[in-house]
């Protein structure tokens, strides 16, 4: 549901075509393509056993060109050209199309388009006369105004190897194509790869390629230390490779790495090895794959880059926390599909070992009964207008600067990376909570890193678990909310902390709270930052989570204050917890006072937990340690 018309994803995807500056449609089709259909065999740099492939189209009655760069394959002969289009809908009049280095037509063949595979024989081979490039590929002629997709690999582009455009005359054999028509695959928004794959004989410089996707990594770190780093990896070429040598540049320093490792053809692989980083400074590494099974990479001028900063003992420390702050509606018809978007950010952010807080504000589209002031009151700090929607740690996500977006899960391992790489500027060490006449305070202190100084604010929020909704429209059957913020202890804002040293320290004032809430699902979150105010509204940087926490409602988290004297005798095995005696319910926390599980079922990894059982003495408080 949108409030205005702007949408933030667009930050993302930017999805302008320049050759006819018209506005591309995305689709997205999730059958198994080409694993059903079996891509016959041949040279593409697309990814044969995809299992979802996006497509594009400009939704208009055009023609649609793809094509994949080959050279080096003098002598060799193209028999076929297949093709995969992710939603086309009808069958349409194509061709097979061969373009020079000028791009200019050498070979075109009519011949039907269809939807999802396509097989291409050319009556005639093709014999290639030069080591000069080659454009292989089809055009499909849009007879009605609907979009005509190309089929693409998600997002893993190979820019210099495939190519899309859109004009409006059919092509003949002689005639150059504009060169317009090889600038529309921006390089900068990754659209994806074209499932394009030709049938050529007898070219031995198709057999060893390879293209570097990425360099995936977490470089700020202390000095000298070994780094542990990811290649990602794409066989294009037409054997396995099992031999990799790449150049690692750490500024000037040269590292070279050599691998033995099976990736097979056709396939992305994830290729481990250690970067050395050096003693201070900052700088750039950066990665080429520059021999495949012995012999040059085609591909070696490729290169993959990421900042590296190395951090003083006592500085900024690599991020251990995020925040995650939902926004909703019961009025928003969207919101139940996106539930599972969100879920898996937190899953993924857990997997990647960071701590997750979540806020779930009804706020951004709709007020209903779960919407509070304080939520609303930080939508334009955030650029929220719309819901569903979601912050990440407050951090500018595009080039608009705002920091919500669209719930779209094919983009959770890049938020996943991109918070690795956010500094951390201080950890809450304790959340004390005082109850007096109906209402609670809570003191909450912890430590700063050194060289930050600015004025520290933090913002507590009350929320509550598995609240079951009251109206929820787009939800069939019963809908459950999680982590609905139900009041603010600070300012929406935030309050000024009282910072002594590296030390830091604020105690927000008694507030009375709902009794009839349900005390066993609710939680306190904390977000540290700096201050909030008309002067930093549109300065999005300023508002990022410098660290957040999050304690279970009534649970101390300081060690000194945890009681082993009446609780049940509770034992490890193996990582499950085994607890003696007559025993109503345990809930299991980490140090910080975020919940675990429930579950005497769950295996718990190493670690020192807070074990609250619920016997009928009493409830109970203890320590355990699992190791």
């Excluded at 667009?10 to 694993?35: D, E, R």
């Excluded at 060289?451 to 929020?461: E, K, M, N, P, S």
């Excluded at 059957?477 to 910072?499: N, W």
């Amino acid at each position: 549901m949108i409030k205005k018309f702007y949408f933030t994803l667009a930050l993302f995807m930017g999805i302008i075509l320049a050759a006819t500056a018209q506005t591309v449609n995305m689709s997205k089709s999730t059958t198994p393509i080409a694993k059903a259909d079996g891509i016959a065999v041949g040279f593409g740099y697309g990814d044969r056993y995809a299992t979802e492939l996006l497509g594009i189209g400009n939704g208009k009655a055009t023609i649609l060109t793809a094509f994949n760069r080959v050279e080096n394959i003098k002598g060799a002969t193209l028999k076929h050209v297949d093709a995969v289009l992710a939603a086309s809908y009808t069958d349409e009049d194509g061709a097979v199309v061969v373009l020079d280095k000028d791009m200019k037509v050498v070979y075109i063949e009519k011949k039907t388009i269809g939807m999802r595979y396509n097989h291409l024989e050319l009556s005639t081979p093709y014999q290639f006369e030069t080591n000069d490039p080659y454009y292989i590929g089809y055009l499909v002629h849009s007879t009605v105004q609907a979009a005509y997709p190309l089929g693409f690999d998600k997002k893993e582009c190979i820019k210099e190897g495939s190519y899309i455009g859109i004009h409006a005359a059919m092509p003949e054999q002689g005639t150059s194509l504009s060169q317009d028509v090889f600038n529309t695959l921006d390089k900068k928004k990754n659209f994806g790869t074209l499932m394009i794959f030709a049938g050529i004989e007898n070219a031995p410089a198709l057999e060893n390629m390879a293209y570097l996707l990425e360099l995936d990594g977490v470089f700020n770190t202390t000095a000298n230390q070994n780094v542990n780093a990811i290649a990602r990896i794409r066989n294009i070429g037409l054997k396995n490779l099992t031999s990799e040598e790449l150049d690692v540049m750490v500024d000037a320093d040269l590292q070279k790495v050599k691998k033995e490792v099976l990736i097979e053809q056709g396939k992305t692989f994830e290729l481990p090895f250690t970067v050395s980083m050096p003693a201070d400074g900052t700088g750039t590494v950066t990665l080429k794959l520059t021999k495949i099974n012995g012999v040059d990479n085609p591909y070696a001028g490729i290169s993959a880059a990421k900042v590296y900063l190395i951090l003083a003992e006592n500085g900024p420390f690599p991020r251990e926390t995020v925040l995650i702050e939902h926004f909703t509606t019961e009025k928003c018809s969207n919101c139940p599909a996106a539930e599972p978007s969100f879920q898996s950010y937190i899953d993924a952010f857990t997997k990647a070992g960071l701590k997750v807080s979540v806020i779930e504000h009804h706020a951004g589209f709709q007020t209903d009964a779960f919407t509070i002031k304080p939520s609303e009151d930080i939508l334009d700090y955030l650029g929220v207008s719309f819901a569903p929607a979601a912050a990440l740690n407050r951090i500018q996500l595009g080039d608009n600067g705002e920091c919500a977006f669209f719930p779209r899960i094919e983009y959770t391992e890049d938020f996943r990376k991109m918070l690795k790489d956010q500094l951390e500027y201080g950890r809450v060490e304790k959340i004390e909570q005082s109850f007096a006449d109906g209402k609670v305070t809570v003191k909450v202190s912890g430590s700063l890193v050194n060289g930050f100084d600015d004025d520290l604010y933090l913002t507590a929020v009350v929320t509550e678990d598995n609240l079951a909704a009251i109206k929820q429209a787009g939800a069939k059957g019963d809908f459950i909310h999680h982590d609905v913020a139900r009041m603010f202890l600070s300012s929406a804002y935030g309050d000024k902390a009282t910072v002594n040293g590296n030390q830091f320290e604020i105690t927000f004032p008694a507030k009375e709270y709902d009794k009839t809430w349900k005390q066993e699902n609710m939680k306190i979150v904390v977000l540290g930052h700096r201050v909030l105010d008309t002067t930093t509204q549109t300065d999005y940087e300023q508002h990022n989570v410098l660290f957040s926490s999050n304690v279970a409602w009534n649970m101390a988290t300081g060690i000194d204050e945890i009681n082993n004297e009446q609780a049940p005798a509770v034992t490890v095995r193996d990582g499950y917890l085994h607890v003696n005696g007559h025993v109503g319910t345990v809930e299991i926390y980490n140090m910080d006072g975020s919940f675990v599980t429930n579950s005497l079922a769950q295996r718990l990894q190493q670690g020192i937990y807070i074990v609250k059982t619920e016997t009928t003495d009493g409830k109970h408080t203890s320590k355990i340690v699992v190791r």
